[in-house]
């Protein structure tokens, strides 16, 4: 039995008032026509292993939330699959381009909103969509109606001409994720992309992504905030020390969730009131805790990964 499969039958989910047996990982649609394709991924620094023989597919078109602890590995295939790491060992293509060979190509063709804020603070905001879209190789009136475009999109047109020192964190992260998106990218990669921001700027990013970007970019999106997830990613899989634990739609993590907990399940006609029904059967001496609904995919997550605390390093 593989690593994983040990680690991830030692754990338990708590389901509201029972336990149930963690996820063991889904066969990854492993394919070559994937917008996304990587096999074998390892990255290490020295003694440390950052990925650990990575298996990951992403269909085009397909907003894939790639979510893990501190430290599991998420940043570092990120750079990877963006030509900005080169990889220990493994075969990765992106959009069939080798992103170590043919980086240069392969540049042109996706987009990344890093964690860190990619801006210049002493230009303003058009400023730094016309030198983005430039690095990007648009000119003249195509440049123009992209960067009015990502003005309009991220609210900024009426301070286009202020300087970006003087912005919010909320108008940041706003001009950085259009930035990404001037050159129409196939593959979108999005490193938390929220972090930091008030929930109405958060909610204008969904909105972009939603209407600009989900079903037209692959996209892959990281986060620590699990909702974002459910609102916005087709599919999650789930990275720890390197490796991926689990990978699924969130119903199907469930359902498997679900499925792994080793305990009786009683289903009830519609209309059965549930509690006295528990009454009825604890009267007759049976043990009985009532679990309302599906885990949770933090309950999922936990499980997986465990809840001890991790320092990034």
């Known amino acids: 039995m593989k690593d994983w499969a040990r680690r991830a039958q030692g754990g338990s989910i708590p389901a509201r008032g029972r336990s149930i047996r963690p996820v063991l990982p889904l066969e990854p649609p492993m394919s070559e026509s994937s917008a996304i394709h990587v096999q074998g991924l390892i990255r290490t620094y020295g003694a440390n292993t950052a990925i650990d023989g990575l298996d990951l597919s992403v ?47 392969l540049r042109g063709k996706i987009g990344v909103v890093p964690q860190e804020i990619a801006l210049y603070d002493a230009m303003t905001a058009r400023e730094n969509l016309d030198f ?14 992209r960067t009015a475009w990502a003005l309009d999109v991220a609210g900024l047109a009426d301070r286009a001409e202020e300087y970006v020192k ?3 964190g909320g108008m940041k992260r706003r001009l950085n994720l259009v930035a990404s998106l001037l050159h129409e990218p196939a593959v ?9 921001v008030d929930p109405q700027s958060r909610n204008h990013l969904f909105e ?9 970019s692959t996209l892959v999106y990281t986060t620590h905030q699990l909702g974002e997830v ?6 999650i899989a789930i990275l720890d020390n390197g490796r991926l634990v689990s990978q699924g739609t969130l119903p199907e993590l469930q359902a498997a969730a679900r499925a792994a907990s080793g305990g009786s399940g009683l289903e009830l006609e519609p209309g059965v009131d549930l509690e006295k029904a528990a009454g009825v059967l604890r009267e007759a001496g049976f043990r009985v805790r009532v679990a309302d609904g599906a885990p949770s995919l933090e309950d999922v997550f936990l499980a997986l990964t ?4 991790r320092d990034e390093a």
């Open 230 to 235: 459910e609102r916005l990613c087709d599919r």
């Open 306 to 309: 465990g809840k001890a605390l």
């Open 59 to 105: 269909a085009p078109g397909e907003c894939l939330g790639l979510l893990g602890p501190n430290g599991a590995g998420k940043t570092t295939t990120i750079k990877i699959l963006s030509t900005a790491l080169k990889p220990t060992e493994g075969h990765v293509r992106v959009l069939g381009l080798d992103p170590v060979d043919q980086a240069a190509a």
């Open 188 to 196: 979108v990669f999005l490193d938390e992309p929220t972090v930091g």
């Open 132 to 145: 983005f879209g430039g690095m990007y190789g648009l000119t003249g009136g195509a440049l123009k109606e």
């Open 208 to 216: 972009v992504i939603e209407r600009e970007i989900k079903g037209k």
């Open 166 to 168: 003087h912005y919010s």
